[in-house]
């Protein structure tokens, strides 16, 4: 995982411009390569017939892997939750989804202002699993009533006050197995 965060550290908006641009999520695995590069392998969007569900045909699925990712584009129009998608941290579901995830150690947020790197800090060695704590559901809780307390379209250049509030209900919170680092683009 170091060496994903420095990589992290390097990366620049253009590596995802061509992601960002979509009216829809894109998601998929991160596969890291003999040479120690990462390569993002795109496995669903959220425009695909077999990417959303039912009840939100919105809503991507990821095959899960070691690392996953999935974007969070600028504008979503014509959907229920287009006033989430441009955020860039990661939302309830997303924190909620993540923490389902049997042996996910990794997902990334790939947003307008950069990448959130969201790591399960309740897989232990050999994948063995630790169930969330009180701290990680009353923050995923919390950022749930943040998104439902925002009533306008936002996105992530336009709401550093959202960002700042998410922010203080993660260091308030202190979840104990979610760590979100965000690696803005350079």
């Known amino acids: ?3 994903l965060k420095q990589r992290l550290t390097h990366v620049s908006k253009s590596d995802f411009n061509d992601w960002l641009k979509y009216d829809h999520e ?3 695995s991160v596969k890291r390569k003999r040479d ?3 390569e993002f392998v795109p496995l669903s969007t959220g425009s695909d017939s077999h990417g959303g569900s039912s009840d939100d045909p ?3 699925r990821i095959p899960s892997s070691k690392i996953m990712f999935h974007t969070h584009p600028l504008g979503c129009p ?6 989430l998608c441009g955020y860039g941290v990661p939302s309830a579901r997303d ?12 997902h990334m947020v790939i947003a ?8 399960n800090k309740c897989l232990g060695k050999r994948s063995r699993r630790r169930s ?3 701290r990680d559901k009353r923050f995923i809780q919390s950022v749930d009533q943040l998104e439902k307390q925002t009533q306008q379209p936002q996105h992530a250049a336009d709401a550093p006050e959202y960002h700042q509030h998410w922010w203080q209900l993660y260091k308030s919170h202190r979840p104990s197995c979610i760590d979100v680092t965000h690696f803005p683009y350079q």
Request: charged share 35%; proline share 2%; glycine share 12%.
């Open 26 to 28: 894109i998601g998929g």
């Open 58 to 60: 919105w809503t991507i």
């Open 36 to 38: 120690g590069s990462y």
């Open 1 to 3: 995982m170091d060496r």
């Open 95 to 106: 924190l909620e989804q993540f923490l389902d995830e049997e042996k996910t150690e990794a």
């Open 132 to 134: 969330p704590g009180e």
């Open 112 to 119: 307008q202002d950069g990448v959130y790197l969201m790591e």
């Open 78 to 83: 014509d959907h229920k939750h287009k006033d």
